[in-house]
């Protein structure tokens, strides 16, 4: 648990394997009201959230792994991501060891070994075995602002999870299939679907437990500013 916001920061990670262990709902309103503290374009708090456990979140697995093993895959309502041969460096190369990191590395799935890649994505839509998975939406009017107002709320809950003993995953994969998810919770057409995130404990045993990303360093993105210009 942590209980300072440095550890808290410190020991965030996108966790991608769970132990069962129910969190209860209390304690879930309560990290939603944490993260609802987080700031918002003129406090307009453009958020939604859609909170799943038990039927309701195995319902929403099962129609999601049919969406997904038929190839219903959406584009995007809000242009998430480029296309895969579509990044830009120093993004293409980041995203190359990111993969290299959590497929071979971690998971130990060779660069060619596609069925692996696959089951390990299929787990994004059980919320990788979390008892709680969430769908969090923000209103498209205005759309930007929001996006990033929904980012802070994000990194709020994803920070008031770690002061709970709790860990987290954001999950994009599920917006590819917005449809299966607009159909399920009822998403007003005035709002986007942003993304998933997965809430409970972390199974600390799974080969996923000890799999940490790096950083660039301060330098390679501050620039410090102290003088004017001649
Ligand atoms: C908006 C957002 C969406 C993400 N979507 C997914 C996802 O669908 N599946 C997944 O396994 N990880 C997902 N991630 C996790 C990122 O891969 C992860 O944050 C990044 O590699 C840094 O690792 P860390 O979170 O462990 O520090 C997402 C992260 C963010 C912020």
């Known amino acids: 648990m942590s209980t300072t916001v440095e550890d808290a920061l410190l020991t965030r990670r996108s966790c991608r394997a769970f132990r069962p262990d129910p969190v209860p709902r209390t304690e879930v309103e309560r990290l939603l009201a ?10 307009c708090q453009p958020w939604r959230v859609h909170v799943l456990t038990g039927a309701a979140k195995r319902a929403l697995t099962a129609d999601l792994l049919r969406a997904h093993d038929e190839g ?43 069925a692996g890649r696959l089951a390990h994505h299929r787990r994004n839509y059980d919320f990788f075995g979390a008892p709680v998975g969430m769908v969090l939406t923000v209103s498209r009017l205005p759309l930007r602002g929001a996006l990033v107002d929904a ?3 994000l990194q709020g809950l994803m920070l008031a999870a770690r002061g709970a003993g709790l860990h987290t995953c954001a999950q994009a994969s599920l917006i590819d299939f917005h449809p299966v998810l607009r159909r399920h919770l009822d998403v007003p057409a005035d709002h ?30 501050a620039t410090f500013h102290d003088r004017v210009a001649d």
């Open 72 to 114: 219903r895959r959406a584009a995007s309502e809000f242009g998430y991501q480029p296309g895969a041969g579509e990044w830009r460096e120093p993004f293409r190369s980041r995203r190359r060891r990111f993969g290299e990191g959590l497929y071979r590395d971690a998971l130990g799935i060779e660069p060619g070994d596609t």
């Open 34 to 43: 944490l993260a609802s503290r987080s700031a918002s374009n003129s406090n």
């Open 192 to 221: 986007v679907v942003v993304c998933g995130i997965a809430l409970g404990y972390a199974d600390e045993d799974h080969r996923l437990g000890a799999h940490r990303t790096t950083r660039e360093p301060v330098s390679a993105f």
């Open 151 to 153: 980012g802070l709320f």
